[in-house]
């Protein structure tokens, strides 16, 4: 027999393979990647983070049952235990709340909506503020220190009394039909405001270094102008530390969101998020129907601590000094 | 061991020695079956360069290593004594009294919250049995020895009130006070400046041989070798591949490595001529080649070097070499030498008549390092100006090189930042072509190459963006043209296209400084200013990295204005010489007449102050003092607290540069009258004093 003619398109799709194949094995062989395939502490709760993130996108079509439709929701089945429990039933494997809504598919939709708004404040502190404190530690001279005057006068408000005020605002402001579809505007936009000062101190700092180093005065000589060299310059090398202050964020952002849920100035009943439905289930702790609690409680520490624990593992393993003891974690 | 008598046991013999590193999925091999022996008061010099082992090897006899490191084999001997295997109070005890340690870095040596006499009398007292206030008049004693002025004041002075100089001297000090036999000095003068370093060398010698204490000295400084050293072990790759006596070593080295190691670095005695340069670099310790580690680099290599180790094999005259080629008399078989590479053209591309392509007239750059307001009301201080650069006047002609030598802290790379533009002059003005250079906004017409490889290219981009930047910025290609040209210009500096796709931190000190040169040819420059480009890179890249700044200067007609604090560098790179002190120039000459016949007592003591390699050593005596603070200059001359020919007038009055015959230009009246008798260039020039 002949040799079998490969053909140009085979030939292309190996080649094609073969360079996805150096890329990842490019990609391996990062520190990052290899500090994470090392630490289970750091794979445990990136898990626990992926199972948090598809349950809450997939909320919609994962969720057992429908628990803010009303037509599906029957009062019969009100306050069923979780189903190892007598009289619990596996239709409602959590049981159900005062309404008899799944508890289960509340804390999908709870967790959907508290990552969300935790997910948006944060982004939204990190555009507003890196740019603010690039631009300060860059610039430098008088529009740094009026920008950094006005960040430290935030830090001494306490973030849930900035967040009561944006909402107190917002509720005088806008029409009242409209208060709660703008819960979750006015609370990302309070939470948000409260993380601002740390990114901004961050960010100016971070571009106070990296503008004085070489590769900065050398992309000034080429003629680069200064809007190519902070965004493609001094951001990427000013992003580590961002990213781990965005981890750790997020995961007070979220506890942030149920504390004002918990006030009762946070996401409505209509809305629950986890917050809202710790708030609830607050009401039956003591008449024995514990799980309507527990169960959001228990969610949102896990949620909290994997988000934390991944913002740890990620702090040490960005730290150019632990750098070279990456050697002493494996 | 026992069957030896006291003199003939050496102070240290290492044998066999191994360390290991664990990394994730490997182990490195830093340092492999090393064994040399240092007798009683000799000096061993350690050499190499970095990454060859030779810092690891003094940590490893020093005592425990920190994890992960470890000593996996071997043994360390002191005084027929075994260390390796003590524990560690056991280690501490003999590493304190029996082993003194300097290392490179003064400041980091000692703990700035202490002052230099607790932390001396502390050493003393933890190894001597001496009471405090006998320990006390030790510390004053050797404080003393080590040439610190007003010793027992001293005592109370935190490491911070002291330069960096004196500062080593302490940690000499420190380092004899229990009258050790050993002292491992690394690098112990890698971060002075050559004055200081002509001093504490001298120092160091002199202290060690009174005490008759034996030294190992790691260095990558063949300069320091030659001068202290009675006997050279050379390492490559983790192995000691030579190991002789210091004469053998300089003038006929056996193994190919030691060979092109000497032979790279720039001469003194030579002018203009290309530097022989070793191909390729040290390689990283989880690529060691299989055989001998050198063969890649190596003209002489045959196929035995590439299947089998060659192992440190004793020579007739008492040394040793690790290499196939050299036979038992220590001759390596005549073979072919590699391609003779024609030397550089002479200074004939000057064009004279042309209006200068760079004109730095009287620029001066000022920093304001005062206290705050507050705190000067209080103390009542005036504004403390800092001045970096004080009226330097430079005109650079089109195809010439111009270098700027001077010191730590003399203003060079200020100067050279204001020449490109990154700091605005606080008075004067830098013209390009006859335009000011403040006014030039995303020209490409001139480029800087930094000192640090490492800061200088962004990590985070692959190679070929880096180089593509120049290029979409300034228009010069486009599209699928960049790629190509990206290619070339890799191809240009001696790195192939392929290169492009990998990140800076994938390549060695050298390489980087090859992308850097092919970034800043990618503007298609006329001019490039270069501050200290190989002062962070190992000698034989360093030859290949001149070398193909030269090349590269002759194929693109480029004028270069070259910053350096080594004269050697500057000898091989420049036909036009400033030298800077405090701010200032103080001469002006053409490259040959400014080494030939140097005029202002600064040039001549920094001429002194190098080691002669083939004289084995300096010929003219340390130089005094050190350089005064810029913030605190002193007042009419800056350099007449060191000079050994000032006058009363150098203290009131600052001499300006006055233009001589020969076309160079002094600042320093004195000077005249000694400068017209003709220095004979093999005999230090005579200092008269001229009262």
């Known amino acids: 027999m002949a040799n079998v003619d490969v053909g140009p398109i085979a030939s292309s799709a190996t080649e094609i393979g073969a360079k996805i194949m150096r890329e990842w094995r490019r990609w391996r062989r990062r520190p990052l990647v290899r500090a994470f395939l090392a630490t289970p502490r750091a794979m445990f709760a990136a898990l626990l983070l992926a199972l948090f993130a598809i349950v809450s996108v997939g909320a919609p079509w994962l969720a057992p049952h429908t628990p803010f439709d009303p037509a599906t929701v029957s009062l019969i089945d009100s306050m069923t235990p979780p189903a190892w429990l007598a009289d619990g039933s596996w239709t409602y494997p959590l049981g159900t709340d005062d309404q008899g809504r799944d508890i289960l598919s509340t804390l999908m939709y709870g967790s959907r909506v508290s990552l969300l708004v935790g997910l948006a404040a944060v982004l ?13 530690g860059y610039v430098g001279g008088w529009f740094e220190s009026v920008t950094m005057r006005i960040v430290d006068i935030q ?6 009394l900035l967040a009561l005020m944006i909402d107190g605002v917002a509720r005088v402001m806008a029409p009242r039909e409209i208060h709660h579809n703008l819960a979750i505007y006015t609370i990302i936009l309070a939470i948000g405001a409260a993380n601002w000062p740390s990114f901004a101190r961050v960010a100016r700092s971070r571009a106070m270094v990296e503008k004085n180093k070489e590769y900065v005065q050398a992309a000034r000589i080429i003629g680069v102008s200064h809007l190519s060299i902070v965004l493609r310059h001094i951001l990427p090398n000013a992003m580590a530390p961002m990213l781990v202050i965005a981890t750790i964020d997020l995961g007070l952002a979220v506890l942030a969101e149920a504390a004002l849920s918990f006030l009762g100035v946070g996401m409505p009943p209509t809305q629950p998020s986890l917050g809202t439905l710790i708030r609830i289930g607050g009401n039956f702790l003591f008449s024995g129907n514990w799980w309507v609690f527990v169960m959001p409680a228990v969610t949102l520490v896990l949620f909290v601590l994997s988000v934390n624990l991944l913002g740890d593992w990620l702090r040490d393993s960005l730290n150019p000094r632990l750098h070279r003891a990456g050697i002493k974690l494996a | 061991m026992t069957a030896e008598s006291a003199d003939t046991v050496p102070v240290l013999s290492v044998k066999g020695l191994r360390v290991e590193i664990p990394l994730w999925d490997d182990i490195v091999v830093p340092v492999n079956d090393v064994s040399f022996d240092i007798a009683p008061g000799e000096v061993l010099g350690i050499v190499g360069e970095s990454g060859a082992g030779k810092s690891i090897t003094g940590a490893a006899v020093i005592g425990p290593m920190d994890p992960p490191s470890r000593i996996a084999g071997g043994e360390v001997w002191l005084q027929g004594r075994r260390i390796d295997t003590l524990s560690g109070s056991e280690l501490r005890r003999i590493r304190g009294r029996d082993i003194g340690a300097v290392f490179q870095d003064p400041l980091t040596a000692l703990d700035p919250l202490q002052t ?4 001396l ?8 049995p001496l009471d405090r206030h006998a320990a006390r008049t030790r510390a004053i004693a050797m404080l003393d020895q080590v040439g610190l002025p007003a010793a027992e004041r001293r005592l109370d002075d935190y490491p911070h009130h002291l330069s960096g100089g004196m500062r080593q001297r302490v940690v000499i000090a420190m380092a004899l006070c229990t009258d050790p036999v050993l002292v491992i000095a690394d690098e112990p003068t890698t971060a002075l400046d050559v004055s200081i370093q002509a001093q504490i060398i001298d120092l160091l010698k002199t202290q060690c041989r009174q005490r008759g204490t034996a030294v190992m000295l790691i260095t990558h400084d063949m300069g320091v070798i030659a001068e202290t050293a009675d006997r050279v072990g050379v390492m490559y790759a983790g192995r000691l591949v030579e190991i002789g006596s210091v004469t053998q070593m300089i003038k006929a080295p056996r193994h190919p490595y030691t060979h092109g190691l000497m032979a790279s670095i720039p001469r003194l005695n030579q002018i203009r001529r290309r530097l022989t340069q070793i191909k390729g670099a040290m390689p990283r310790l989880t690529a060691i080649p299989d055989g001998c580690a050198f063969h890649p680099r190596c003209s002489h290599a045959v196929d035995k070097c590439r299947e089998t180790l060659p192992v440190l094999t004793p020579l007739d005259d008492g040394g040793a070499a690790a290499c196939w080629q050299v036979g038992r008399s220590g001759n390596r078989p005549a073979l072919p030498q590699p391609s003779v590479v024609p030397d550089l053209a002479p200074l004939s591309r000057l064009v004279a008549s042309e209006p200068p392509l760079v004109d730095i007239d009287n620029v001066s750059q000022y920093f304001d390092v005062s206290k705050p307001l507050i705190e000067r009301l209080a103390t009542r201080q005036g504004r403390r100006i800092l001045k970096a650069v004080d009226g330097v006047s430079l005109s650079i002609r ?14 060079k790379s200020t100067l050279a930042r204001m020449v490109v533009g990154l700091y605005r002059p606080t008075s004067g003005s830098v013209r390009f072509d006859g335009t000011d250079v403040g006014k030039m906004r995303r020209q490409h017409r001139f480029q800087m190459i930094f000192q640090d490889p490492y800061a200088s290219l962004n990590p985070r981009w692959r190679t070929a963006s880096l180089i593509a930047e120049p290029l979409r910025t300034h228009g010069i290609d486009v599209g699928r043209g960049v790629r190509r040209r990206v290619d070339e210009l890799l191809e240009m500096v001696g790195l192939s296209a392929a290169d492009g796709d990998r990140y800076p931190h994938e390549f060695s000190g050298g390489q980087r400084q090859r992308i850097s040169i092919a970034r800043a040819l990618a503007c298609e420059p006329e001019f ?18 001149l070398n193909l700044m030269k090349d590269l200067q002759d194929e693109l007609k480029l004028t270069l204005m070259f910053i350096s604090h080594n004269l050697a560098v500057v000898r091989h790179m420049a036909d036009h010489i400033g030298v800077m002190y405090l701010g200032r120039l103080v001469e002006t000459s053409p490259a040959s007449e400014l080494f030939a016949r140097p005029k202002h007592p600064y040039t001549r003591m920094l001429l002194d102050a190098i080691p002669d390699i083939e004289r084995g050593g300096r010929v003219g005596a340390a130089p005094r003092g050190e350089a005064a603070d810029p913030a605190n200059a002193p007042t009419g001359c800056g350099f007449h607290p060191r000079c050994a020919i000032a006058v009363a007038a150098c203290r009131i009055e600052r001499p300006n540069l006055v233009a001589q015959g020969d076309g160079a230009a002094v600042a320093c009246p004195v000077s005249d009258t000694s400068a017209a008798a003709p220095a004979d260039a093999s005999h230090p020039v005579e200092l008269v004093a001229v009262r």
Not at chain 1, 155 to 160: D, K, Q
Not at chain 2, 116 to 119: R, Y
Not at chain 2, 528 to 545: G, H, K, N, R, Y
């Open chain 1, 124 to 136: 939204l502190a990190m555009t507003v503020e890196i740019t603010v404190g690039l631009l300060a």
């Open chain 1, 155 to 160: 830090l001494t408000v306490p973030s849930i």
């Open chain 2, 116 to 119: 230099v006499g607790e932390q």
């Open chain 2, 121 to 128: 009398i502390e050493t003393i007292r933890t190894h001597l």
């Open chain 2, 398 to 411: 089109r195809g010439e090189t111009v270098a700027i030598v001077g010191e730590s802290g003399c203003g």
């Open chain 2, 528 to 545: 490039i200013v270069c501050d200290e480009p190989t002062s962070a890179l190992d000698v034989s890249v360093q030859a290949q990295i």
